[in-house]
């Protein structure tokens, strides 16, 4: 069982910066690939970035590549999503997830925090 706690939304201004944090409670947080994915008002949920076990291997949707970075420490059993030069289309609610596999689809995830608001205005 692993519980997933998001902090570090808020309200931006378009080109400003954001670093999420997911904390993962759990001894087995180092064996779980860890996701980002996010859902604007009226969308579909759609995956952001995603991070092996190890941190080794990372994965980025195309419309968040370049701009935003996932990092992981497993000693402090915590992912984050840095999040630069942000738009107004980056607004939603952001949510963490926890998988045996790295995937960009929500299917193989098995825990999911709670979510914390990103408003970017223009």
């Known amino acids: 069982q692993v519980q997933l706690v998001e902090s570090g939304g808020g309200l931006v201004q378009a080109g400003g910066s954001l670093r999420l944090s997911c904390a993962a409670s759990?001894?087995?947080?180092?064996?779980?690939?860890m996701g980002w994915f996010r859902q604007a008002p009226g969308k579909e949920r759609e995956f952001v970035a995603a991070?092996?076990?190890?941190?080794?291997?990372?994965y980025y949707a195309d419309s968040v590549k370049g701009r935003f970075t996932i990092s992981r420490d497993n000693a402090k059993n915590t992912v984050y999503l840095q999040m630069n030069s942000l738009k107004p289309e980056d607004t939603a609610v952001y949510y963490c997830?926890?998988?045996?596999?790295?995937?960009?689809?929500?299917?193989?995830?098995?825990?999911w925090g709670q979510g914390t608001q990103v408003t970017v205005s223009s």
């Open positions: 997830a926890a998988s045996k596999v790295v995937a960009g689809i929500s299917e193989p995830y098995d825990y």
């Open positions: 759990g001894r087995t947080f180092s064996s779980y690939a």
């Open positions: 991070i092996s076990w190890s941190g080794g291997s990372t």
